[in-house]
Nanobody, 123 residues
Framework: VQLQASGGGLVQAGGSLRLSCAAS????????MGWFRQAPGKERAFVAA????????YYADSVKGRFSISRDNGENTIYLQLNSLRPEDTAVYYC?????????????????WGQGTLVTVSS
């Protein structure tokens, strides 16, 4: 199984980025997918999750209203649209997969992790 995250970069506060995570080696539509992030000196934290069909999503309070998660089951890819970025959003962003119904990634361990993509927000 491979989860390949991309789309990170350097952006000014208030700007936007779109992250992608392409999955291979798994039955993509059977997996809840999500994003986590790890800021310098901090533990990895949940950001957002999307159900198998894409019909349900869940966000950490810190990103609610600014970030949007989506998926394309035909392309085996998930996306994270990051808007109104703040310096505190600076982190390595990881995609994750869990073979589960519903939204469980904020509570349960992921089955697979991507390698991460760095987002840096300057003030």
């Amino acid at each position: 199984v491979q989860l390949q995250a991309s789309g990170g970069g350097l952006v000014q506060a208030g700007g936007s980025l779109r992250l992608s995570c392409a999955a291979s080696g798994l039955t993509f539509s059977s997996y809840e997918m999500g994003w986590f992030r790890q800021a310098p000196g901090k533990e990895r934290a949940f950001v957002a999750a999307i159900s198998r069909s894409g019909g349900n999503t869940y966000y950490a309070d810190s990103v609610k209203g600014r970030f949007s998660i989506s998926r394309d089951n035909g392309e085996n890819t998930i996306y994270l649209q990051l808007n109104s970025l703040r310096p505190e959003d600076t982190a390595v962003y990881y995609c994750a997969a869990r073979n589960a119904y519903g939204l469980t990634l904020q509570f349960r361990r992921a089955d697979y992790w991507g390698q991460g993509t760095l987002v840096t927000v300057s003030s």
